[in-house]
């Protein structure tokens, strides 16, 4: 077929476009994401029996705030991401933000306290399940967004596969916060941390071949 | 002197094609077809220069990049320059051509400057060596039907439906669907 008879091909008959599609595809794989990962934690690990208490304390939303600001960040660079020729945006410096004030938090946390007791309080009693834990509760999240940029057309794709995985994990880490009885600063800075960064990692690997259009 | 001269006419370009190309996003066939036929004009001229060692390849990486920017059209965001979308989605198919290639050396230029994408615009089209209507023909029925008969044969969507017992929906997600899927086809073919 020459090229004349392709270009024929695309224009005829061509429909008016839905111009809030990229909205919607992302906003479809957020709202999946958020109950998959939600359902997995009531079905699968149960909530905390003490939730209720644990909400009335200003650390149970300065615990969700993290993961929070992290998604944000990540569903802004996505939004960019999936169009052509616009450049990733501000998000990484809340990305950034949020990661250092937990990390010198953190710091400080463990520097007042007693050192036989530091170790202690970055382990938590729940260190061994959190990263597994988080891991899992993204799956359903990680398929939602990688399905909505799919439809739509990253150029980076690592960037946008990495970005994709770490939404994913941000999600699954906020319904994650319902189950998990960590309430240490410097274990978030950890664990939390490194739960979201497989589904990011595993997203900047797979990017390169499951994004391609 | 001459560097405004070449600024205003890159911004007058800009411009005619941006409106053309919204023009289609709204369904004005006529105006959409101008717009890819200039804009393929560019592109040719554009590949032209950066496949200089395979000529026989520059139709049908002109091609793959035309389905590409169709399929691509609902990212467009009209506050955005339209030639900055299509060079970022024509820098993507290169290098997403050389790296099937596994070229990487034949392609360690960068591709920054949008300017080039109308350094020399070349309408003269050459012969594809890759046939997309064989590719077409390998789509499933409900994706290949509704192609066939809105676009090829240019029956509207009502007529196509009642062709091919299809509902109207069908028909248009068909369209959407099956362009996709040729454009996976045409990556698998490379």
Known sequence: ?213 | MERITHNDELRRREFNLQALFIAGLGGDESAYRIFLTELSGHLRGFLRSKLQQRPSEVEDLLQEILLAVHNARQTYRVDEPLTAWVFAIARYKLTDFFRGRSRYDAFNESLEDVAELFANPHLEPAQASRDLIRLLEQLPERQRLPIVHVKIEGLSVTETAQLTGLSESAVKIGIHRGLKALAGRVRGAR
């Open chain 1, 1 to 213: 077929m020459n090229t004349d008879d392709f270009i024929s091909l695309l224009a005829s008959g061509v429909a008016p476009v839905d111009r809030s599609m990229v909205a919607k595809r992302i906003s479809i794989a957020v709202l999946a994401g958020f109950m998959g990962a939600t359902l997995l934690v009531i079905a699968i690990m149960g909530i905390r029996p003490d939730l209720g208490q644990a909400m009335a304390e200003p650390i149970f939303w300065a615990r969700i705030a993290f993961p929070l600001s992290l998604m944000i960040g990540a569903l802004s660079m996505v939004g960019k991401l999936a169009r052509p020729g616009i450049a990733s945006g501000p998000g990484k410096i809340l990305i950034v933000t949020a990661v250092f004030s937990v990390w010198v938090a953190s710091i400080y946390v463990l520097l007042v306290s007693p050192p036989d007791e530091r170790v202690a309080i970055i382990l938590g009693e729940t260190w061994k399940v959190c990263v597994l834990n988080i891991t899992l509760l993204s799956v359903p999240g990680f398929v939602a967004v990688f399905w909505a940029l799919k439809g739509l057309a990253p150029t980076n794709l690592r960037l946008s596969g990495a970005c994709g995985g770490l939404l994913a994990g941000s999600m699954a880490t906020i319904a994650y916060s319902f189950r998990c009885p960590e309430m240490q600063i410097p274990f978030w800075g950890v664990w939390y941390l490194l739960g979201m960064l497989v589904p990011t990692v595993l997203g900047a690997l797979l990017g390169r071949r499951w994004l391609r259009w």
